[in-house]
């Protein structure tokens, strides 16, 4: 049983392209979150998603960042015109039931130039 | 929301016993994980306390006082592997999402 997937694993990119984070969610798990973590700083919720269905997006930026979760394929963090600001590890979680333990990914780590 | 607050950095000799504590603002919790997570790496599940008391697991224990927003994480005969970082996350009620602390980084000596 594999475990949550998340590539790339590391991203590089320049100040105003957009980057694309992918997650895919242990098998049998409907929930996914997504997390940012930034150096010396704890884990940031960002966004709690359902297939088909943002749940909660309070810790999203208002502008340029953005996620799905598909009824196919694997959940996607969108941030478009990347700033240096942006570089982080980005943690994809997934649970089986709401309120139960997260399974973490490896995460994507984001270096914008 | 919560604030979950634990200290910066510990440090321990291999062999002890080392307690991590973690304090959080009561209103809106719905139970307490521990994860401990290595450099570089993902964060993985520890504990989970939803009820007053003690769950012991292995070397490691954890402890919650609901009344008191206080819960700590038991290590036991330490080993130079559990040097990493200890989160402490409050389960927030209603979308059931975590509220992460900074952690706290051990480092276990010889």
Known sequence: ?113 | GQNIDQPTEMTATEGAIVQINCTYQTSGFNGLFWYQQHAGEAPTFLSYNVLDGLEEKGRFSSFLSRSKGYSYLLLKELQMKDSASYLCAGLNSGYSTLTFGKGTMLLVSP
């Open chain 1, 1 to 113: 049983n594999a475990g949550v997937m998340q590539n790339p694993r590391h991203l590089v990119r320049r100040r105003g392209q957009e980057a694309r984070l992918r997650c895919s969610p242990m098998k049998g798990h409907s929930h996914v979150y997504w997390y940012r973590q930034l150096p010396e700083e704890g884990l940031k919720f960002m966004v709690y998603l359902q297939k088909e269905n943002i749940i909660d997006e309070s810790g999203m930026p208002k502008e340029r960042f953005s996620a799905e979760f598909p009824k196919e394929g694997p959940s996607i963090l969108r941030i478009q015109q990347v700033v240096r600001g942006d570089s982080a590890a980005y943690f994809c979680a997934s649970s089986p039931l709401a309120g139960n333990e997260q399974f973490f990914g490896p995460g994507t780590r984001l270096t914008v130039l």
